[in-house]
Structures are given as structure tokens and as C-alpha cells.
């Protein structure tokens, strides 16, 4: 479903990734660790396009297409999903009139008729139930004053209103405590299909207990130093992160 | 970020719809101002000897009167003799059934999306359409007139009901109230008249469309608003112009009287050629608006949605002279390109437990420049006056300004008075998350907009609302990147 390879992106002229490979199949998930400023959230950030990041070398193909060659939009109508570690407000318009227009310009991109009220509030009502949001919520502007868990939830209920193929959960766990990480961790979960695939960025193990990952990859210097199973997040838990800085910097030596 | 600008320039670029012009034949004063042109247009509508001479003393007045320079707006000094001040169609003699309007002209308001067929009207809004210098249709006015309600162009106000324009006439904006008010007084050659008498609540929201058609010609009407004891009105103007590359002038007046208890709502949307990408041609939009809150508990609530004309110089004001009056501003400003704006209001507290609310929202795009400028006055005996205010700018793109001019001036203790003020860039954040849930640029700025503005929009008449929304979007069309 995703291959990266060999993907090499800077900010401003500053390299962040220096070389990522990585491939993904429907029905995997797969985690991505490693300490502070190691590229995780800049490798979430390009595979959404975000126009900052600077791609100088390498590939990503996305169900056979060149991720790279499409817009922002056309990667989400494709079927990519990102979950944003923060949020953006945006005053004055409602939950629900924002995901609407973004489940018909996806349904028009894929060739399907839009949604009228009625049945897009049954959509909403349906998948409501998956991540324990208040329509109340709903209908206040995006956002605006939501509390952290509230933000990071209807993140994950976007997710479940559109569908996505790939979804990238950028430090989901981020600023929720143990009750809204069951909530987001269990949606997240009932999501997952044979079909679909999801990446988990995190810096703790914590959220890994409750989305349990296929495969676990640590991130140091822009590059995939080591890849494992589950068991690797539990090492890394126990452990800290220096016992791989000192591998790599073996390597180099 | 220079994507961020990219997306702003795209989205500021689009042209303006309503830029074509009909040929008709016209009766059309000499180019030029001097008092055998002022006499010349009083003849021509057969006016009374007062209403002569009145225009006469403004004529007058405005000769000694200097073009006002406060404003945040630049531009070349107008040639006030190289403007016309009447153009009407020929054919447009005035009638009582719209069956005998000339099709062609009919033909400029079907264009506009405005029938003034009757029957064809879904929603119940009575239109009076004013081309030019002249009122060429009023719809609805049997229906009206059952409930008292007087509405009709000023000229046939003038005809039939001159104790009411003698009245009224200047009572809010004075001759000498300001330069282009005074002009207007001189020159105005058509416009709305609207009363609603004592204990009416109007049916049907009233509305006038003024298009200007003929080049080099400038629009000077005239609209007057009376609301007797406990009534109530809800009025709407709109506006647009053909694209010319020459500046056209807009010079109006609107008065608004409110009694006792009288509530009168007015909502324009402003949609004047703003002039191209490069700034060229556009109307200039030099407006005196103002009601007075006469009666105690009256009311009067100015919407405005300003996304046309090259220069807008406007300030919808309410006097607050009745005790427990309220008078209540709620406006969207949209400047793109080379357009610029000045415009807030004045709130007057005279009248005891008084209050007035403001909020703008500004939004400036390309190489425009934004200004509200707004004063908040409450005099010695306005005991327990309140006002808030709120002024919100948006920037979007890195050439353009917004400014606020807010003048708080206070004679009396016991007044509260607020005022918030916020300025924002649209985000590329907020953009880019739009983007990333399948929603294209475009529609992103045009969501983000609209929540920008709902508070202002929300005040508008439903149907109106929609075509705000649209005209948001339309204008700030191509302006991100």
C-alpha cells in the first residue's frame, strides 16, 4: 500500500530525514519511535505534504501512485489521514459543516454522489458512538476551546466519518489522560480492517498497549536505525533511547 | 511563507461578475456642476419650488465646503466638473404597472438575478430598482400600501407626499453635515421612500437595487426611512456597477427616523466594481448613512457586507437620542487588490440607558488597505450608557493593511464602554488542515472566511446571508497560494 524509499526531506535548508525506507501493507500497523527531534513527526508531516518540507531525494508510491506528485487534498481523497499532534481552531465554523464539505469534496474526487443532511448526520450519529464525542461538540466551532482530549477525539471521529486507507496518528497520546487514551486507542482499533493500514508516531510506549502494533521502527537522525516487533517498544520503555544512539554511533565508527 | 501568498494571489484574482453594460438611449444632463445643471435636474423631475431651493442652499454650501482628508484613503483629486450628475432611460417614464417598464431594462435587473416580476418573486420581497439616476420599478406596492406602508422612489414621495419629505428631508444628515452629503443634497436625483405608520410591523423585508449602467456618470440617491410608533421594518440594499476604467462616484445619503418603540433593521450589501487586478477604474464610495433613534425604546440595526467599490468612505451611524434606545453596527469589509476602505460608525448617546453594539470584521487581501474608524460618544445627560464594540482584522497575504481607528469619547461617569480588538493572518496551518481532510484551497480560505464573518453574516436576512457567503468567497477568489 506504501513504500517509501530512500527519503531524504529538509526544512529551510536543514535535512531532517536522510534516507527512510519503509514499506506498509493493508492491515499492518506499524509504529514509529524515537527521541525528540529524531524526524517523526517531519516524516508525518511530508507524507501529508505539508508545502514547509523540502523532499530532495527518494520516492513514496501510495496504492501504485506517486504520493509525492499529488496536492495536499488529492492525498487525503486518495485516502490518506493524518492526526494532528496539535489541532488547528477555526472560529466560527462548526464540526460538523467542516467535515461535510470534506466528505463530499472526497466523494466528489471519487466519483460518488454527495451527501445530503440527512444522511450525513445518520453517518455522523453512527460513528459518534465510536470515539464517545457529544454532538454538542459538534456543533461548536472547530476546536475553538476544546480541551486536549476533546481535540485529539474528534481527530480520530474525522478519521472514522472519512474512511482513510492510511492513517497516521501523529503523538495521538499526547495531553490525554489514561480514560481518553482507552476512548481514542479503542476507535482507532474498532477502525482497523484488512483493508486499510495505520502508522502510530509516538514517543512513549503507553499508547502501544492499547493499539498494538505489527511491527516497531525507532527513528534516530532522520534514518530507521532498527526495526522489531512489539517486544521492541517494551525494550525501548525499559531501556531509553542511548543504548541505541551508541549502536548507531558504533556503526559509524 | 511564499506558498502561503501563492494560494492569496490565486484567490484575490477572480474577475467581477457583474462588470457588462447595457446600451440604452438616455436623457442625460451635461457633464459639469453649477446651478443651471441643479435647476436643470429639478426641472426635469418637476420638482416644487422648496425642494428647489434647497438643493440650491446645498449647492451653495457645498461650494464652501472642502473635500474632506482624514481618511485612511488615497487617490487623485476628483474632477467634479468632468462627472455627470443625471442619466435616465428614455423610456423609463414612470408607471404604475410593470407591464409598460421597458423589457430592456427589465431585461439589466433579470440579469442581476432580481425579478421585478411579481409573479415570478418566490420569496415575498418588495424591490424598488433605481438605474442610474432614476427609480425604475417598485414591486409590491399594492400589498403595502393595504397595511399603510408607503414605498416607493423619492421622486413620486416627492409628488405625493411632500408633508412627509418636508418633514424628514434632512432631518438626520443636515445639509451641511459634510462634503459629499452636501453634494448629494444638491444633486441626488432618485432613491427609496419608505414609511411604516404607527403599530405596523412591515410583512415583507423592503429593498432597493441600485445599478449604475452609464458611463461617466455618477449615482447620487437618495433613501429615507420613517418608522413611526412601534413599527417595524427590515430594509436591504444592493449594489453593483459595469467595469469601467474610469472612476465613478457614488455619493449617497440614507436617513433613518425611528419613534417610540420603532425598530428599523437596514442590511446592504455593497458590491460596486471594485476596478481590476491593477486598480484601475472602480466606483468611489462616498456614503453618509445615519438614523436617529428618536422615540425612547427604538432601535437600529445596521448590517453591511462592503466587498466592492475601488474606495469605500462610509460610516452607518445612530443617534441614540431616545431613552433605552439601542443602535447595534454589524459589518464585513472585504478589500482585495488595490481597493481600500474606511469605514465604521458613529454611535451618539444622548438618551438615558442607552446602548449601542459594534462589531467588524475587516478582511484585507493583495495590496489593499482595511481601516474601521469608529466613535463611540456619550454625552453628559446619557446616564448609564453601554457600549461594546469588538474589531477583528484578517489579513491574508503579506501587501495588504488593516488599520483601526476607534474613538472612545466619554462626558458622562456611569458609562461603560468596551472595546476588544483582534488582529489575524489566515494560517497556513488552518489551510493545510482543511487540505489534509480533502478540502481544496479555495473552499478552505472560503470556510475559513465565512466562520470569520458568521457573526455579522448571521444578522443578515436568510436568502441574503447565502448570496454574502458567496460573495465572500467570490471576491477573495485567487487570493491564497
Same mark, same amino acid.
Given at each position: 500500500?506504501?513504500?517509501?524509499?530512500?527519503?531524504?526531506?529538509?526544512? %529551510? &535548508?536543514?535535512?531532517?530525514?536522510? @534516507?527512510?525506507? !519503509?514499506?506498509?501493507?493493508?492491515? /499492518?500497523?506499524? =509504529?514509529?519511535? $524515537?527521541?525528540?527531534?529524531?524526524?517523526?513527526?517531519?516524516?508525518?508531516?511530508?507524507?501529508?505534504?505539508?508545502?514547509?518540507?523540502?523532499?530532495? %531525494? &527518494?520516492?513514496?508510491?501510495?496504492? @501504485?501512485?506517486? !504520493?509525492?506528485?499529488?496536492?495536499? /487534498?488529492?492525498? =487525503?481523497?486518495? $485516502?490518506?489521514?493524518?492526526?494532528?499532534?496539535?489541532?488547528?481552531?477555526?472560529?466560527?465554523?462548526?464540526?460538523?459543516?467542516?467535515?461535510?464539505?470534506?466528505?463530499?469534496?472526497?466523494?466528489?474526487?471519487?466519483?460518488?454522489?454527495?451527501?445530503?443532511?440527512?444522511?450525513?448526520?445518520?453517518?455522523?450519529?453512527?460513528?459518534?458512538?465510536?470515539?464517545?464525542?457529544?454532538?454538542?461538540?459538534?456543533?461548536?466551532?472547530?476546536?475553538?476551546?476544546?480541551?486536549?482530549?476533546?481535540?485529539?477525539?474528534?481527530?480520530?471521529?474525522?478519521?472514522?466519518?472519512?474512511?482513510?486507507?492510511?492513517?497516521?496518528?501523529?503523538?495521538?497520546?499526547?495531553?490525554?489522560?489514561?480514560?481518553?487514551?482507552?476512548?481514542?486507542?479503542?476507535?482507532?482499533?474498532?477502525?482497523?480492517?484488512?483493508?486499510?493500514?495505520?502508522?502510530?508516531?509516538?514517543?512513549?510506549?503507553?499508547?502501544?498497549?492499547?493499539?498494538?502494533?505489527?511491527?516497531?521502527?525507532?527513528?534516530?537522525?532522520?534514518?530507521?536505525?532498527?526495526?522489531?516487533?512489539?517486544?521492541l517498544a517494551l525494550e525501548l520503555e525499559e531501556k531509553g533511547y542511548d543504548w541505541i544512539k551508541e549502536e548507531v554511533a558504533g556503526t559509524a565508527v | 511563507m511564499s506558498k502561503d501568498n501563492e494560494i492569496l494571489e490565486q484567490f484575490t484574482s477572480k474577475e467581477y461578475e457583474h462588470g457588462w453594460s447595457v446600451e440604452y438611449e438616455a436623457d442625460e444632463a451635461p457633464l459639469g456642476l453649477n446651478e443651471g445643471i441643479i435647476r436643470w435636474i429639478s426641472a426635469k423631475k418637476e420638482e416644487p419650488q422648496w425642494l428647489l431651493d434647497w438643493r440650491l442652499k446645498a449647492y451653495k454650501t457645498w461650494e464652501q465646503m472642502t473635500e474632506p482628508?482624514?481618511?485612511?484613503?488615497?487617490?487623485?483629486?476628483?474632477?467634479?466638473?468632468?462627472?455627470?450628475?443625471?442619466?435616465?432611460?428614455?423610456?423609463?417614464?414612470?408607471?404604475?404597472?410593470?407591464?409598460?417598464?421597458?423589457?430592456?431594462?427589465?431585461?439589466?435587473?433579470?440579469?442581476?438575478?432580481?425579478?421585478?416580476?411579481?409573479?415570478?418573486?418566490?420569496?415575498?420581497?418588495?424591490?424598488?430598482?433605481?438605474?442610474?439616476?432614476?427609480?425604475?420599478?417598485?414591486?409590491?406596492?399594492?400589498?403595502?400600501?393595504?397595511?399603510?406602508?408607503?414605498?416607493?422612489?423619492?421622486?413620486?414621495?416627492?409628488?405625493?407626499?411632500?408633508?412627509?419629505?418636508?418633514?424628514?428631508?434632512?432631518?438626520?444628515?443636515?445639509?451641511?453635515?459634510?462634503?459629499?452629503?452636501?453634494?448629494?443634497?444638491?444633486?441626488?436625483?432618485?432613491?427609496?421612500?419608505?414609511?411604516?405608520?404607527?403599530?405596523?410591523?412591515?410583512?415583507?423585508?423592503?429593498?432597493?437595487?441600485?445599478?449604475?449602467?452609464?458611463?461617466?456618470?455618477?449615482?447620487?440617491?437618495?433613501?429615507?426611512?420613517?418608522?413611526?410608533?412601534?413599527?417595524?421594518?427590515?430594509?436591504?440594499?444592493?449594489?453593483?456597477?459595469?467595469?469601467?476604467?474610469?472612476?465613478?462616484?457614488?455619493?449617497?445619503?440614507?436617513?433613518?427616523?425611528?419613534?417610540?418603540?420603532?425598530?428599523?433593521?437596514?442590511?446592504?450589501?455593497?458590491?460596486?466594481?471594485?476596478?481590476?487586478?491593477?486598480?484601475?477604474?472602480?466606483?468611489?464610495?462616498?456614503?453618509?448613512?445615519?438614523?436617529?433613534?428618536?422615540?425612547?425604546?427604538?432601535?437600529?440595526?445596521?448590517?453591511?457586507?462592503?466587498?466592492?467599490?475601488?474606495?469605500?468612505?462610509?460610516?452607518?451611524?445612530?443617534?441614540?437620542?431616545?431613552?433605552?434606545?439601542?443602535?447595534?453596527?454589524?459589518?464585513?469589509?472585504?478589500?482585495?487588490?488595490?481597493?481600500?476602505?474606511?469605514?465604521?460608525?458613529?454611535?451618539?448617546?444622548?438618551?438615558?440607558?442607552?446602548?449601542?453594539?459594534?462589531?467588524?470584521?475587516?478582511?484585507?487581501?493583495?495590496?489593499?488597505?482595511?481601516?474601521?474608524?469608529?466613535?463611540?460618544?456619550?454625552?453628559?445627560?446619557?446616564?448609564?450608557?453601554?457600549?461594546?464594540?469588538?474589531?477583528?482584522?484578517?489579513?491574508?497575504?503579506?501587501?495588504?493593511?488593516?488599520?483601526?481607528?476607534?474613538?472612545?469619547?466619554?462626558?458622562?461617569?456611569?458609562?461603560?464602554?468596551?472595546?476588544?480588538?483582534?488582529?489575524?493572518?489566515?494560517?497556513?496551518?488552518?489551510?493545510?488542515?482543511?487540505?489534509?481532510?480533502?478540502?481544496?484551497?479555495?473552499?478552505?480560505?472560503?470556510?475559513?472566511?465565512?466562520?470569520?464573518?458568521?457573526?455579522?453574516?448571521?444578522?443578515?436576512?436568510?436568502?441574503?446571508?447565502?448570496?454574502?457567503?458567496?460573495?465572500?468567497?467570490?471576491?477573495?477568489?485567487?487570493?491564497?497560494?
Open positions: 500500500m506504501l513504500k517509501i524509499t530512500n527519503l531524504h526531506a529538509s526544512i %529551510e &535548508g536543514t535535512p531532517i530525514l536522510r @534516507g527512510i525506507n !519503509l514499506e506498509v501493507k493493508p492491515g /499492518e500497523v506499524h =509504529a514509529i519511535m $524515537g527521541p525528540n527531534g529524531s524526524g517523526k513527526s517531519t516524516l508525518a508531516s511530508v507524507l501529508a505534504g505539508r508545502e514547509e518540507y523540502e523532499v530532495t %531525494e &527518494g520516492s513514496v508510491l501510495f496504492k @501504485g501512485k506517486d !504520493l509525492l506528485d499529488l496536492s495536499p /487534498e488529492d492525498r =487525503a481523497r486518495e $485516502g490518506v489521514f493524518l492526526a494532528f499532534q496539535y489541532p488547528v481552531e477555526i472560529p466560527g465554523v462548526s464540526s460538523t459543516n467542516f467535515l461535510r464539505t470534506a466528505v463530499n469534496q472526497v466523494r466528489e474526487y471519487r466519483g460518488q454522489e454527495p451527501l445530503d443532511a440527512v444522511k450525513f448526520l445518520s453517518l455522523m450519529k453512527e460513528k459518534m458512538k465510536l470515539v464517545e464525542i457529544d454532538q454538542k461538540l459538534l456543533s461548536r466551532s472547530l476546536n475553538e476551546g476544546f480541551s486536549g482530549g476533546e481535540k485529539k477525539r474528534n481527530e480520530i471521529f474525522q478519521m472514522a466519518i472519512l474512511e482513510p486507507t492510511l492513517s497516521i496518528l501523529d503523538e495521538t497520546d499526547s495531553g490525554l489522560d489514561i480514560d481518553a487514551l482507552k476512548i481514542v486507542s479503542n476507535g482507532v482499533n474498532e477502525l482497523k480492517s484488512k483493508d486499510n493500514a495505520t502508522i502510530v508516531v509516538t514517543h512513549y510506549q503507553r499508547l502501544l498497549d492499547y493499539i498494538v502494533p505489527d511491527f516497531v521502527h525507532v527513528l534516530y537522525q532522520g534514518r530507521i536505525v532498527k526495526s522489531g516487533t512489539k517486544e | 482628508e482624514w481618511a485612511n484613503i488615497h487617490y487623485p483629486k476628483i474632477d467634479f466638473q468632468r462627472t455627470r450628475y443625471y442619466s435616465a432611460p428614455k423610456k423609463s417614464k414612470k408607471t404604475d404597472s410593470l407591464d409598460e417598464i421597458d423589457p430592456e431594462l427589465l431585461k439589466i435587473y433579470d440579469r442581476l438575478g432580481i425579478s421585478l416580476n411579481e409573479q415570478k418573486r418566490l420569496q415575498g420581497i418588495a424591490v424598488d430598482a433605481v438605474l442610474d439616476s432614476v427609480s425604475v420599478g417598485t414591486t409590491f406596492r399594492d400589498t403595502l400600501s393595504k397595511h399603510g406602508i408607503i414605498f416607493c422612489s423619492f421622486s413620486e414621495a416627492v409628488k405625493e407626499h411632500p408633508e412627509l419629505i418636508k418633514k424628514y428631508l434632512g432631518s438626520v444628515v443636515p445639509i451641511s453635515d459634510n462634503y459629499y452629503a452636501a453634494l448629494n443634497s444638491a444633486v441626488f436625483s432618485d432613491g427609496s421612500f419608505c414609511y411604516i405608520p404607527k403599530g405596523v410591523r412591515c410583512p415583507m423585508e423592503l429593498s432597493t437595487y441600485f445599478r449604475i449602467n452609464a458611463a461617466n456618470t455618477g449615482q447620487f440617491e437618495r433613501t429615507l426611512i420613517v418608522a413611526e410608533e412601534s413599527s417595524y421594518v427590515s430594509y436591504l440594499e444592493g449594489c453593483t456597477a459595469p467595469q469601467r476604467d474610469e472612476n465613478q462616484l457614488h455619493a449617497a445619503v440614507v436617513e433613518i427616523y425611528a419613534a417610540k418603540n420603532a425598530e428599523v433593521k437596514y442590511s446592504t450589501v455593497q458590491n460596486w466594481f471594485p476596478g481590476d487586478k491593477n486598480g484601475k477604474g472602480g466606483i468611489y464610495n462616498f456614503v453618509t448613512k445615519r438614523g436617529i433613534c428618536a422615540g425612547d425604546h427604538s432601535k437600529i440595526s445596521w448590517t453591511q457586507v462592503e466587498t466592492g467599490s475601488a474606495i469605500t468612505w462610509k460610516y452607518p451611524s445612530c443617534i441614540l437620542k431616545g431613552n433605552y434606545s439601542i443602535g447595534e453596527f454589524y459589518s464585513v469589509a472585504v478589500t482585495n487588490n488595490y481597493q481600500q476602505a474606511d469605514t465604521g460608525t458613529k454611535m451618539i448617546h444622548i438618551g438615558k440607558n442607552t446602548r449601542s453594539r459594534i462589531v467588524s470584521k475587516g478582511i484585507s487581501a493583495g495590496h489593499s488597505q482595511n481601516s474601521y474608524r469608529g466613535q463611540v460618544q456619550v454625552m453628559k445627560r446619557a446616564t448609564n450608557a453601554r457600549n461594546f464594540s469588538q474589531c477583528d482584522s484578517l489579513l491574508m497575504g503579506s501587501t495588504c493593511g488593516a488599520h483601526t481607528f476607534p474613538y472612545i469619547d466619554i462626558s458622562n461617569s456611569t458609562a461603560q464602554v468596551e472595546h476588544e480588538a483582534t488582529t489575524s493572518k489566515i494560517g497556513e496551518d488552518q489551510i493545510f488542515y482543511c487540505n489534509q481532510r480533502g478540502i481544496a484551497t479555495e473552499d478552505a480560505v472560503a470556510l475559513i472566511v465565512n466562520g470569520y464573518a458568521k457573526e455579522v453574516l448571521n444578522q443578515l436576512p436568510m436568502e441574503f446571508a447565502v448570496e454574502a457567503q458567496k460573495l465572500l468567497a467570490l471576491t477573495l477568489e485567487g487570493s491564497v497560494g
